[in-house]
């Protein structure tokens, strides 16, 4: 299996900060890698696939970058409603395999 | 916009056999991929299957051997089957829908916990 490994774990910061998320594989994926925001009893949210294609209906903040093993998301101006927890996720080839996954707290 | 909803038992006796359902609404289930995915307290999100709407699946090697997909285009549903779980399986469980290599739908979730 591919392994995922996100750094941080969690992070501190506030509202307008930029935010930088880092995640990486165990071995190539080109760019095969996506970005969710899971909140607490709600649908998991699709941020960026493809490592830099952010998804319909995503603010602008958000951004994606990277290829083969190692791969970024940032958030240019974090709001209130970006406090949650980011997990990246590997599609090169299954098993499909997540990061542990960063939360970002106040 | 396609919406999932997952149901079921949200409690389960260990040995017992965990069966949950995803119900598609919104857009067709047909034509698509449909997985599930879990995650334990604390823990990161893990891949446990994926299934075609003509039936074809695969399943996460971890979970092969006790993990069963199945889907009724007709009701436009899918389904979980777990067996012999153990206190391992308690986890919020997702069902997603799986498009151009990432989880385009997700669901809210349903918790559940294996215990006597």
């Known amino acids: 299996d591919i392994q995922m490994t996100q750094s941080p774990s969690s992070l501190s910061a506030s509202v307008g900060d930029r935010v930088t998320i880092t995640c990486r594989a165990s071995q190539s994926i080109s760019t095969y890698l996506n970005w969710y925001q899971l909140k607490p009893r709600k649908a998991p949210k699709l941020l960026i696939y493809a490592a830099s294609s952010l998804q319909s209906g995503v603010p602008s903040r958000f951004s994606g970058s990277g290829s083969g093993t190692d791969f970024t998301l940032t958030i240019s101006s974090l709001q209130p409603e970006d406090f949650a927890t980011y997990s990246c996720q590997q599609s090169y080839d299954s098993p499909w395999t997540f990061g542990q996954g960063t939360q970002v707290e106040i | 916009q396609v919406q999932l909803q997952e149901s079921g038992p949200g409690l389960v006796k260990p040995s017992e056999t965990l069966s949950l359902t995803c119900t598609v609404s919104?857009?067709?289930?047909?034509?698509?991929?449909w997985s599930w995915i879990r995650q334990p307290a604390g823990k990161g999100l893990e891949w446990i299957g994926r299934?075609?709407?003509?039936?074809?699946?695969n399943y996460n090697p971890s979970l092969k051997s006790r993990v069963t997909l199945s889907v009724d285009t007709s009701r436009n549903q899918f389904s979980l089957r777990l067996t012999s779980v153990t206190a391992a399986d308690t986890a919020v469980y997702y069902c997603?829908?799986?498009?151009?290599?990432?989880?385009?739908?997700w669901g809210q979730g349903s918790l559940v916990t294996v215990s006597s």
């Open positions: 997603a829908r799986l498009a151009d290599h990432c989880f385009d739908a």
């Open positions: 919104g857009n067709s289930i047909t034509n698509y991929y």
């Open positions: 299934i075609y709407t003509s039936g074809s699946t």
